[in-house]
């Protein structure tokens, strides 16, 4: 977390390029995420979100500030919270269960057309090498970008980039949310199937949450531990990937 802000004074140019290439798909995901929750909401019959012009992709209608000055400073960040008021639910758990996996899953849907994209330019840039080389593709958005630019040209290998970031960007956002810790979705998941509780915790009980969440947070561990889970998630979706371009001849 914290080696992104040094790098700010280590490497400036190359932290600027970065967060210039990383920010359009952050912006995207959050904004999506919480596009599906008011989405859903809607469809569920809660009209709040969109009442309150959250029903939308603009970012500035999701973006809250101390969340944005994080991402710009430490590159981590979070949106507002679409809100919701459950009393409008036409079945007031099951659509509370649907309202929370519906950021997630259209978080895991842009990972997937993210990858896809990649891949197809990773399969574009080493057709040239021949057979044997479409391996490469399940590992399309882990390549060295300097490969990319030396085959398809540089604009292509920051398109590239941009597209991995995004990639990482919403992976990431749908393991962390599936977390069973309140207020993430993950909490409304299991309370819903499994404890049958009030759905949303009390105030004391999500500030002790997330006091916990930020002292793993700092700790490292929970970097740690999504980054296992991030790079599990994306090997598993390249072997997919890799087989899928073989049985069309993509590779």
């Given at each position: 977390m914290f080696g992104y802000f040094s790098s700010l004074f280590e490497d400036p140019r190359s932290t600027l390029i970065f967060f210039l290439l990383a920010f359009p798909g952050r912006l995207l995901a959050i904004s999506a995420h919480e596009y599906a929750h008011a989405w859903e909401a809607d469809r569920c019959g809660d009209p709040t979100a969109r009442m309150m012009g959250r029903l939308t992709l603009n970012p500035l209608k999701h973006l809250d500030l101390v969340g944005a000055l994080m991402m710009l400073l430490l590159g981590f960040g979070w949106a507002r919270p679409v809100p919701v008021n459950p009393r409008n639910y036409r079945n007031y758990?099951?659509?509370?269960?649907?309202?929370?996996?519906?950021?997630?899953?259209?978080?895991?849907?842009?990972?997937?057309?993210?990858?896809?994209?990649?891949?197809?330019?990773?399969?574009v840039a080493v057709r040239p090498m021949?057979?044997?080389?479409?391996?490469?593709?399940?590992?399309?958005?882990?390549?060295?970008?300097?490969?990319?630019?030396?085959?398809?040209?540089?604009?292509?290998?920051?398109?590239?980039?941009?597209?991995?970031?995004?990639?990482?960007?919403?992976?990431?956002?749908?393991?962390?949310?599936?977390?069973?810790?309140?207020?993430?979705?993950?909490?409304?998941?299991v309370n819903d199937l499994l404890l049958k509780r009030n759905l949303f915790a009390t105030e004391k009980v999500q500030r002790i949450a997330m006091?916990?969440?930020?002292?793993?947070?700092?700790?490292?561990?929970?970097?740690?531990?999504?980054?296992?889970?991030?790079?599990?998630?994306?090997s598993g979706l390249g072997w997919v990937v890799q087989h899928l371009f073989e049985l069309i001849g993509a590779v």
């Open positions: 758990r099951r659509d509370d269960l649907k309202v929370s996996l519906a950021g997630v899953t259209m978080n895991l849907l842009l990972t997937v057309a993210g990858f896809l994209a990649a891949a197809v330019m990773a399969a021949g057979a044997g080389y479409g391996v490469l593709v399940r590992y399309a958005v882990s390549l060295n970008p300097e490969f990319i630019s030396a085959t398809l040209g540089r604009l292509c290998s920051y398109i590239y980039q941009m597209l991995c970031y995004f990639v990482y960007t919403n992976i990431s956002l749908a393991i962390f949310n599936l977390l069973p810790v309140p207020p993430l979705d993950g909490y409304h998941v006091g916990a969440m930020l002292l793993l947070m700092f700790s490292g561990l929970l970097g740690e531990g999504l980054g296992y889970a991030v790079n599990a998630a994306l």
